[in-house]
């Protein structure tokens, strides 16, 4: 007994250690406002909840103010990378603001910092412990932070 509760042990640790983001479902709603996630896909985002379900959203400022209203129900952060279209670590991306999102002013993600100041020019690049609730609410309001 103690072998198979050290053996479902392992394969649970490593089953999280190469957890992948899922491609939302045709007809997924944003868990926020309710628009069709795939109405730009290279702004979708996702969450992956601690009891294994996922929560999606059109764009990175969707998921990101999901995330901070229920951080500790969530166990991964998924963005897809502005110029690859390549899901990554929403914890680790790099963030710039964009005018032209689904719902007006929003967030584009990027893997590398270097991507995201090319893209940002002369505007502020941002990572996830930058950004807050307030953030969030300046951003939909459209003041430049």
């Known amino acids: 007994m103690r072998k198979f509760s050290i053996l479902l042990g392992l394969f649970f640790g ?4 190469f957890s992948q983001p899922k491609e939302p479902p045709k007809g997924e709603r ?4 309710g628009m069709d996630v795939r109405i730009a896909p290279k ?7 601690k009891d294994g379900s996922y929560k999606y959203a059109e764009s990175p400022k969707h998921i990101i103010q999901y995330y901070l209203e229920n951080k500790d ?8 990378d502005y110029e690859s279209g390549k899901w990554i670590d929403g914890a680790k991306a790099f963030y710039v603001i964009t005018h032209e999102g689904p719902m007006g002013h929003d967030l584009l993600a ?9 893209h940002a020019g002369k ?3 941002y990572s996830l412990k930058d950004i807050d609730k307030e953030f969030l609410k300046r951003l939909d309001m459209g003041h430049k932070h």
């Open 14 to 17: 490593l089953s999280l250690a």
């Open 30 to 33: 944003c868990v926020v406002c």
């Open 110 to 118: 990027f893997q590398s910092k270097i991507s995201a100041q090319k």
């Open 73 to 80: 129900k969530i166990s991964e952060l998924w963005v897809k």
């Open 123 to 125: 505007e502020k690049v």
């Open 43 to 49: 702004l979708m985002a996702q969450v992956k909840l």
